[in-house]
C-alpha cells in the first residue's frame, strides 16, 4: 500500500512520523520503502544516517513514486512537502492512505481544511483519509490539544486518530541518531505512541519486539 504523509504546513513533523511509520513497518515484517518528495529532503537524510550507522533493518529511500515501482513493495511510506505541490498531487492521486499530521493550534486547523480541499480534488474515492494530533502539549491543563481534535474531527472525509503524539524531545534525539524513538529509548513514553499509533493506522496485532541483551 501506498502512504502519503502530508500537509500544507510546516513544521507539524511529517518526516519524523514518516520515518518512525517506516521503521515500524518494517518490523513488522513488511518489505517497506520510502519515498521523499520533499525538497527539503529530511527523510532521505536521517536514512543515509541510519545506513551510515549500520542499523537494522535498512529502508531503503527514494526521491520517485510510480504505481508500477510502488508494487515491489508491501508498504511504501511517502513525505511530501508544499514546494513541489505538482509531484504532491501525483502522489495523491496513487496514494491509498493519506496521513495528516495535525500540530495542536487554530493555525494547523486552517491548514488542514484547505489541504482536505487539495484531497478532494486529487485522491481516489476509496482512499483512505486519516489526520493525526501530533507535538500535542503533555501539561495537563492546556485544553488546545482537545479543542484541535474537536474541530478536526468535524471536517469532512477525516476520519481522526484518537492516538496522540506528544511534544518530546525524545522524538528529535532519536530522529537525530537514525533511529526511530522505540529503537532508540524503548521505554519512554514516545515509544509506546508510536507503537498505539502505528497499530491503530495500520490496524496490524504484532508484538513489540525485545530488546537486545
Known amino acids: 500500500m501506498i502512504t502519503v504523509v502530508g500537509n500544507f504546513k510546516g513544521g507539524t513533523g511529517k518526516s519524523t512520523v514518516a520515518f518512525n511509520l517506516a521503521i515500524w513497518l518494517s518490523y513488522q515484517g513488511k518489505k517497506t520503502a520510502a519515498v521523499d518528495l520533499d525538497p527539503q529532503g529530511s527523510l532521505t537524510d536521517v536514512m543515509y544516517v541510519r545506513e551510515e550507522m549500520e542499523y537494522s533493518p535498512i529502508i ?49 486547523v486552517w491548514s488542514t481544511q484547505r489541504f482536505m480541499d487539495l484531497v478532494r480534488k486529487n485522491c481516489k474515492k476509496d482512499t483512505i483519509v486519516m489526520g493525526l494530533i501530533n507535538r500535542a502539549d503533555t501539561h495537563p491543563k492546556v485544553t488546545e490539544t482537545e479543542e484541535a481534535m474537536e474541530a478536526l474531527s468535524m471536517i469532512n472525509g477525516l476520519k481522526m486518530q484518537k492516538s496522540y503524539l506528544y511534544q518530546r524531545t525524545a522524538y528529535r534525539r532519536a530522529f537525530s541518531e537514525g533511529l526511530a524513538v522505540f529503537e532508540m529509548m524503548p521505554a519512554n513514553k514516545a515509544a509506546g505512541e508510536v507503537w498505539r499509533l502505528s497499530r491503530s493506522l495500520f490496524r496490524a496485532g504484532a508484538k513489540k519486539k525485545k530488546k537486545d541483551k
Open 60 to 108: 531503503p529511500v527514494f526521491q520517485e513514486l510510480t504505481k508500477k515501482s510502488a508494487k515491489d513493495w508491501d508498504e511504501v511510506i511517502v513525505d511530501v512537502g508544499t514546494a513541489d505541490l505538482p509531484a504532491m498531487e501525483k502522489a495523491m492521486a496513487i496514494a491509498d492512505r493519506i496521513i495528516i499530521p495535525v500540530a495542536p493550534s487554530q493555525a494547523d
